[in-house]
């Protein structure tokens, strides 16, 4: 937007290859999408975003993908997917008309070839005798949260049958098998399984999987929310690949018009001056960022940082900064203005209160007698400005290695990984590894070293950002490397806001739902 970048789109998504076990095993899920409508001319928007997801398809399924999931569900009020503070003016969808946005792009999918059989997970999965293990565990979808909320609910009301029998002994039958009735409601709804589904067989059918038995009440009303898309893979199956009519005329008409189209000699693209457009593969290089790895990362940074999308001055400033900590990746995140001279705390020292929120003080005031402190007169802690440039030559670099330089890295993090792992399970004083007793002198240093606290020591640096390539990866319950427990608690925090954000948006869908059934 005038000659400036502007983020307008986001996409996050889960990848699970054919090494994945079934059944997940060749699976995407559309986890959540996200806009805002700075696109210029704003009648393209919708058309430039099908065009993004079409892409993305085409793509998947050359790699190899089978399936793709979508839970077509609009953020609720208040809550930011993605973008932080999006425009006031901005409309945001209801669920059925963002279910149809999402079909008509699959449709246009079918139309290309790019895309089979478009359905639905309860016409999948629940409409057969299947178990709660043939559907896809899809991290932070409807099934996998509500399917966990339904085994808990009957555990507990098995557990709760027994307890109360002999209480119920002199009660009519009747009634009994009211309340039993009544136990077997959903989750959210709490209604009768006659009400919702118009039989009486639902849990009563002992031949059926008592979870899935539950969760196709849930499904059923709601079933047009999640879809299930079949790519034209290499692999897929025939019956995998049937289209309406409509879409095979569709692809009839518009392979006899490819045929009549001239075929153009030079393929080289070039823009309206003639000159040639440079084709960037964004596969060339991956670019790990702590930021982009989930959504609730970027959106804290965001929160944190004020950097907002509800004006457009402000999503460009906000754009710009994304950019910024994409190429200066061990840069601060997050950036403490001192109380006294107002300015930013970018490199050194900052001194922080315990006590008061959002109290720092730079270094310089910290020893000025007379700055102004207000009215905080509590003892201030000294600690390191995360991500100092002037202490790691500047955080660009990597971003700026070849192929086989960015290659030739990755493979020493992990060998010095390993050697971390090694050295801190090592007891030997012998040890027939060379490097490990100089590992076993740095993890020493970094218990004991005095000017970490102050942010200035190169060796502290380096053993945390090896210890944080261990702990996203480790599973052990308790793992005697250090700081693994603390730093994967901080990790868990974030994942807990996802969360809770996946448990609220499937909770009032619920409610919706039964509130529309209480109305029929």
């Given at each position: 937007?005038?000659?400036v970048?502007?983020?307008?789109?986001?996409?996050?998504?889960?990848?699970?290859?054919e090494?994945?076990?079934p059944?997940?095993t060749?699976t995407?899920?559309i986890?959540?999408?996200?806009?805002?409508?700075?696109?210029?001319?704003?009648?393209?928007?919708?058309?430039?975003?099908?065009e993004i997801l079409?892409?993305?398809?085409d793509?998947?399924?050359?790699?190899?993908f089978?399936?793709?999931?979508?839970?077509?569900?609009?953020?609720?009020?208040?809550?930011?997917y993605?973008?932080?503070?999006?425009p006031e003016?901005?409309?945001t969808?209801?669920d059925?008309r963002?279910?149809?946005?999402?079909?008509?792009?699959?449709?246009?999918?079918?139309?290309?070839?790019?895309?089979?059989?478009?359905?639905?997970?309860?016409?999948l999965?629940?409409?057969?005798?299947?178990?709660?293990?043939?559907?896809?565990?899809?991290?932070?979808?409807?099934?996998?949260?509500?399917?966990e909320?339904?085994?808990?609910?009957?555990e507990?009301g098995?557990?709760?049958?027994?307890?109360?029998?002999?209480?119920?002994k002199?009660?009519?039958?009747?009634?009994?098998?009211?309340t039993?009735?009544m136990r077997?409601?959903?989750?959210?709804?709490?209604?009768?399984?006659?009400?919702?589904?118009?039989?009486?067989?639902?849990?009563?059918?002992?031949?059926r999987?008592?979870?899935?038995?539950?969760?196709?009440?849930s499904?059923?009303?709601?079933?047009?929310?999640?879809?299930?898309?079949?790519?034209n893979?290499?692999?897929?199956?025939?019956?995998?690949?049937?289209?309406?009519?409509e879409?095979?005329?569709?692809?009839?008409?518009r392979?006899?018009?490819?045929q009549?189209k001239?075929?153009?000699?030079?393929?080289?693209?070039?823009?309206?001056?003639g000159?040639?457009?440079?084709?960037?593969?964004d596969d060339?290089e991956?670019?790990?960022?702590e930021?982009?790895?989930?959504r609730?990362a970027?959106?804290n940074?965001?929160?944190?940082?004020h950097?907002q999308f509800?004006e457009?001055?402000r999503?460009?400033?906000?754009?710009?900064?994304v950019?910024?900590?994409?190429h200066?990746?061990?840069a601060a995140?997050f950036?403490?203005?001192?109380?006294s001279?107002?300015?930013e705390?970018?490199?050194?020292?900052?001194?922080?209160?315990?006590?008061?929120?959002?109290?720092?003080l730079?270094s310089?005031?910290?020893?000025n007698p007379n700055?102004?402190?207000?009215g905080?007169?509590?003892?201030?802690?000294?600690?390191?400005?995360d991500?100092?440039?002037?202490?790691?030559g500047?955080?660009?670099?990597?971003?700026?290695?070849?192929e086989?330089q960015?290659?030739?890295?990755?493979?020493h993090?992990?060998?010095?990984?390993?050697l971390?792992?090694?050295?801190s399970?090592?007891?030997s004083?012998?040890?027939n590894?060379?490097?490990?007793?100089k590992?076993?002198?740095?993890?020493?240093h970094?218990?004991?070293?005095?000017?970490?606290?102050?942010?200035?020591?190169k060796?502290?640096?380096?053993?945390?950002?090896?210890?944080?390539?261990?702990?996203?990866?480790?599973?052990?319950?308790?793992?005697?490397i250090?700081?693994?427990l603390?730093?994967?608690?901080r990790?868990r925090?974030?994942?807990?806001q996802?969360?809770?954000?996946d448990?609220?948006?499937?909770?009032?869908?619920?409610?919706q739902?039964?509130?529309?059934?209480?109305?029929?």
């Amino acid at each position: 937007l005038d000659g400036v970048d502007v983020i307008l789109f986001a996409l996050y998504l889960f990848e699970h290859g054919e090494d994945n076990a079934p059944p997940n095993t060749r699976t995407i899920y559309i986890s959540y999408l996200d806009s805002v409508h700075y696109m210029r001319p704003r009648n393209l928007r919708t058309f430039v975003y099908h065009e993004i997801l079409i892409a993305y398809l085409d793509y998947a399924r050359q790699r190899g993908f089978a399936s793709a999931h979508i839970w077509a569900c609009p953020p609720l009020k208040g809550d930011d997917y993605i973008f932080y503070a999006k425009p006031e003016d901005q409309k945001t969808p209801k669920d059925n008309r963002l279910r149809q946005w999402y079909l008509d792009m699959l449709t246009e999918s079918q139309m290309r070839g790019i895309v089979g059989k478009v359905t639905n997970m309860y016409d999948l999965y629940f409409t057969g005798n299947f178990d709660a293990t043939a559907v896809p565990y899809l991290e932070g979808d409807y099934f996998s949260g509500e399917a966990e909320n339904v085994i808990k609910n009957i555990e507990e009301g098995k557990g709760s049958k027994g307890s109360s029998k002999n209480k119920n002994k002199q009660k009519k039958k009747g009634k009994v098998d009211k309340t039993k009735k009544m136990r077997k409601g959903t989750r959210s709804g709490g209604l009768d399984d006659d009400f919702i589904t118009g039989d009486d067989g639902g849990l009563n059918d002992t031949s059926r999987d008592p979870v899935m038995a539950e969760l196709s009440n849930s499904f059923k009303p709601m079933k047009e929310s999640f879809i299930v898309a079949f790519l034209n893979w290499e692999g897929a199956k025939p019956e995998n690949m049937v289209v309406p009519k409509e879409i095979e005329d569709e692809r009839e008409r518009r392979k006899k018009e490819e045929q009549i189209k001239p075929k153009l000699g030079n393929s080289e693209k070039k823009d309206r001056h003639g000159n040639l457009i440079k084709i960037v593969d964004d596969d060339a290089e991956d670019m790990q960022c702590e930021i982009l790895d989930n959504r609730q990362a970027f959106l804290n940074l965001c929160r944190g940082n004020h950097y907002q999308f509800d004006e457009p001055r402000r999503a460009k400033h906000t754009s710009m900064m994304v950019l910024w900590h994409l190429h200066n990746r061990d840069a601060a995140k997050f950036v403490q203005m001192c109380f006294s001279c107002s300015r930013e705390i970018l490199t050194g020292v900052r001194y922080n209160c315990p006590i008061c929120n959002d109290y720092d003080l730079c270094s310089d005031c910290y020893k000025n007698p007379n700055a102004n402190r207000g009215g905080c007169t509590h003892k201030l802690v000294p600690k390191p400005v995360d991500g100092d440039s002037s202490q790691n030559g500047g955080g660009g670099k990597s971003a700026q290695l070849t192929e086989a330089q960015r290659r030739e890295r990755q493979r020493h993090i992990r060998l010095h990984v390993q050697l971390l792992e090694h050295a801190s399970l090592c007891n030997s004083s012998q040890c027939n590894s060379s490097n490990c007793a100089k590992m076993k002198q740095y993890l020493k240093h970094s218990k004991e070293c005095k000017l970490k606290q102050q942010g200035g020591c190169k060796i502290c640096k380096r053993i945390i950002a090896l210890l944080r390539y261990h702990a996203q990866s480790c599973k052990n319950k308790v793992c005697p490397i250090p700081q693994c427990l603390a730093i994967r608690e901080r990790i868990r925090q974030i994942a807990k806001q996802q969360q809770a954000m996946d448990d609220r948006r499937r909770q009032v869908m619920n409610r919706q739902y039964r509130m529309g059934l209480v109305a029929n």
